[in-house]
């Protein structure tokens, strides 16, 4: 009888064993740890209050960067950021760690880090925040945020579109100073996927490291720089390319004749429109103020160039004008016996049929008004009048006339229009995509 109610009793606790299982150990449940480590727990006061200051190690994941914006001069990214620290207070037994969620590390001292030149950030919270807190048994806390950052970039534009550009995260802590919390970084901390790319720029690498700042205190911090070339072959295609044909075409008028004006003027006029467009439309996409582009540079000198070929043909117009009254008066003097015979004597009237061959209509009206005062003014000119020069079968005057002429002057434009613009870009490519001294980013 005594044996069996042992053999019960025994059964009993077996069974009770392994429903019910007994815990030897508060610290093997995560519910009574938590509520053993923040029994005394102040989360007001951060870790070592009485020791030295509390060392936070900084660690990023970089999941995208871009884009840069020229005209807000900022740049956005997200990122994991992973802070790391000690906190004595919350050691426990037994070798395990304990993963918060966000809902439940309202109970504990988390770093009051803050991102400085920052426009806008939010965390994100689908499907539930994305942030975590891990507390491991020898006190080592590890806090986890997924953040969207945009942060103001100042970008030097001198050499646009052939710049590099420079912009940085800023972290430091807002309340604490340098005596109470210090924030470290190394390179090694920060991961940035070898496949991540930035619109309109590629990505050269980054660097890190501390800094002081002493407004409302000794303020200490840490920041990652990431260094970025811009891609200049979207403006070699959009802006360079066109550019260098509209200076080409607007040299098209020294092979037009000058004395077709409406060619000329309308050609000249539409190219210099179109290059004042053009550096119009570049002006819109940065802020104003800012100082000339290398790209401002190539637009000024394209739309000089053009401005340049439309007074060429208003020279070379006057030129004409020059010539064809020098011709006139040429005309004038070799006729002088024309003077005696009426206006519808079939030797002038040949005569002027052949100056009209030379120009127009408009310059043999000219000539008989000419003809008319001559006539009145013939009883006071009683000099003997040279012989006049050869003259052509038709009746033209030979005329020596200068070798500055519109023509002439036409072709000296097709060869001088080159050589400097070429001399032009001789200069410029060397000195934006070779020269160093010209990178305001080097020291």
Known sequence: MRNNNIYFILLICAFLLLFFPIRIKANDN??????????????????????????????????????????????????????YWIDTRLRFQGERQITLKSTDMDKFWLPDIHFLYEKKSHHHNVIQPNKRMIINYDGTCEYSVRVSLTVLCNMVLDRFPMDTQKCGVHMMSYAYKASEMQLFILDSAIRIPKTITVSKYDFLGFHTDNFNETFGGDLEGVYIEFEFKRQIQTYILTVYIPSVLLVIISWMSFWIDAHAAPARVSLGITTVLTATTMTASMQESFPSGTNAKAIDVWLATCLIFVFLALIEYALANYLIVLQERHMIKAFLKSNHNFKEKPQDDPVILNSERSFCALRDATYAARYRESLREEKENQDKNDKDIPPPPPTLKSGMPVVNVSKFTAENMDKAARVVFFLFFLIFNMGYWPYYLFNPDADPHID
């Open 30 to 83: 995560i519910t009574a740890i938590l509520e053993y480590i923040s029994a005394d727990y102040d989360r007001r006061v951060r870790p070592d209050i009485n020791g030295i200051p509390t060392s936070i190690f900084v660690s990023v994941f970089v999941e995208s960067l871009g884009p840069l914006h020229e005209l807000e001069m900022d740049f956005s990214s997200t990122f994991y950021l992973q802070m």
